[in-house]
């Protein structure tokens, strides 16, 4: 019986060198495949909880118009404080407003949450503001909510560009010194956010972005798109007249 036992081992096949890197080819081949699908998953997820954030940022947008006449709230222009902020002034609103300031796919988003900033970004069309003169006395119409002529057609909020500042500043864009320079759009916002890969094009046209309505509705619109808007002379954020 044990010279049987020891037979059976001598006869055992082990594996040939070949036959070892065709298992190793395979698992690299596998892994090719399911890792780019598997950071796509990851990525799909990110933006679905960046459309999420602008969604309840939009009703909490709504809610305060009601309770304001119709306005939207201020920005920190001219202020040096962050709490004032739209976005804290909505915060008895949406409840925890660090669940909603900041866009998982922010390459600064650790940064803006430890310094109390967000990812999202209020026209400057919108904020009451900037329709003040240097002494501080109304300058033009204030948009508000109720007074919109198509507010599924109005932006109110943006996705922040990689580059802004990370101070007080950085709550609001400055969409009417856009004009047709698609270099300026991109200091303000990111119009390509939604991304392949973690890198963005020298001309931030590859990719998407997600953009919140007056109505309340959240809509992508690709960057080339975009640009095509910006350098006709169109400029997406001025509420329609």
Known sequence: MQASFRLSRKHR?????????????????????????????RSSAKQAQCISNLRQLGIALASFAQDHKGAFPSTTHGS??????????????????DAVRICPLDPQRDERLRLRL??????DY??????????????GTVPRLSTLREPARTHTL???????????SSDHIHAREWGNNWGQVCADIAPDRFRSGSAASPDHTQGRSAYLFADGHVATLSAATLRQQIESGVNPALPPL
């Open 13 to 41: 096949r082990a594996f040939t060198l070949i036959e070892l890197l065709t298992v190793i080819a395979i698992i690299g081949i596998l892994a090719a495949i399911l890792i780019p699908t598997v950071g796509a998953v």
């Open 80 to 97: 040096l404080a962050v709490t004032d902020s739209w976005i804290f002034t909505l915060q008895p609103y949406v409840g925890n407003v």
């Open 118 to 123: 967000s990812s999202y970004v209020l026209s």
């Open 126 to 139: 919108l904020d009451a503001k900037t329709y003040l003169d240097p002494f501080g006395q109304p300058n």
């Open 158 to 168: 943006f996705i922040g560009a990689d580059t802004l500042a990370l101070d007080n």
